[in-house]
């Protein structure tokens, strides 16, 4: 299915080098925000008191957070869970109070200022509890990455292996660079989310890597630049109603989700726009640089059908 067709190729590798001088760029501001500012780890990696609470009727988010800084309680986090009725409370650690202590004087605020309000769980989370969390998250990002690089060189070749991980750990930068430089909160739900851009970025480079593969076969004559512009130009149809259709679902996530999907869904925006764009603009200029050619390929697939005979 095609919305549409390109009579000549677009030339996109023509700004491959302004595209990786860009991307250069944008890496190592993102790196820099990290170090500088840090994230804002929220109460999944620092620890904390998770509660929940439930009213009789639609409640003020507004009114909670003033009851909460009246008893000396400013950096919580409040938002619905599930229904206007439903309230999700995040309490950062607070050394003069033990995680029950620090739950019953909130909801005894709370019922003062309102006797229909409800406890319906808390849940305390350790330091030590957030810091394993925060190692693991880590860990698996490092598998992934791996785990795209041994895939990408096995089914293609390594130089392809080196420009699809390139590619997507530049979209990961980006996502932790804007969530450090905002100081937007980053919980275990956009770890997630960093953890699905990089399937899903991975996906599309795959596409046009199958692309550049075939117009190998087809196009001998044709210089590396016109193989992989090719390549690009015929995805793009592929790509538009793809990426169209994805973006439409997770900015609805983002504009009527509520504060529980808010994050989560703002980093997947983030990932998905970069995604696209590395996939086209990260990933090919590198091949350029490694400088791929088609006797790669075809050593490659010999190795693979020499193996496959017993």
């Given at each position: 299915m095609e919305f549409f067709r390109f009579e000549r190729d677009i030339p996109f590798m023509r700004w491959g080098k302004f595209s990786l001088i860009l991307s250069l760029v944008i890496s190592i501001l993102s790196v820099y925000f990290i170090a500088s500012k840090g994230l804002n780890f929220g109460v999944d990696f620092t620890g904390g008191t998770v509660?929940?609470?439930s009213y009789d009727k639609a409640v003020d988010l507004a009114q909670i957070r003033q009851v909460l800084a009246e008893q000396g309680i400013t950096d919580a986090t409040v938002q619905n869970f599930g229904t206007s009725r439903e309230v999700l409370i995040r309490l950062p650690v607070?050394?003069?109070?033990?995680?029950?202590?620090?739950?019953?004087?909130?909801?005894?605020?709370?019922?003062?200022?309102?006797?229909?309000?409800?406890?319906?769980?808390?849940?305390?989370?350790?330091p030590q509890v957030g810091q394993e969390l925060l190692e693991n998250g880590?860990?698996?990002?490092?598998?992934?990455?791996?785990?795209?690089?041994?895939?990408?060189?096995v089914r293609f070749e390594w130089k392809f292996g080196v420009a699809g991980i390139t590619a997507n750990l530049h979209d990961v930068l980006?996502?932790?660079?804007?969530?450090a430089f905002f100081q937007w909160e980053f919980s275990l739900t956009v770890l997630a989310a960093v953890l699905a851009v990089l399937g899903y970025s991975v996906n599309e480079s795959v596409v046009i890597f199958d692309r550049i593969r075939e117009n190998f076969r087809k196009l001998r004559k044709a210089d590396l630049t016109r193989v992989i512009d090719n390549a690009i130009t015929m995805t793009m149809s592929r790509t538009v109603i793809t990426h169209g259709s994805t973006q439409i679902v997770v900015i609805s996530m983002l504009l009527l989700g509520g504060e529980v999907l808010y994050y989560f869904a703002l980093a997947l925006t983030i990932g998905i726009l970069f995604g696209i764009y590395s996939s086209l603009m990260v990933a090919s200029p590198i091949l350029i640089l490694l400088g791929v050619k088609r006797e790669d390929l075809i050593k490659q697939e010999r190795k693979q059908q020499e193996e496959a005979v017993p």
């Open positions: 509660m929940e609470v607070k050394h003069e109070f033990s995680g029950g202590d620090l739950s019953e004087v909130v909801i005894n605020a709370l019922k003062q200022n309102d006797t229909t309000v409800k406890m319906q769980r808390v849940e305390f989370v350790g880590a860990l698996a990002l490092l598998f992934v990455s791996l785990g795209i690089v041994a895939y990408l060189a980006v996502i932790l660079g804007c969530f």
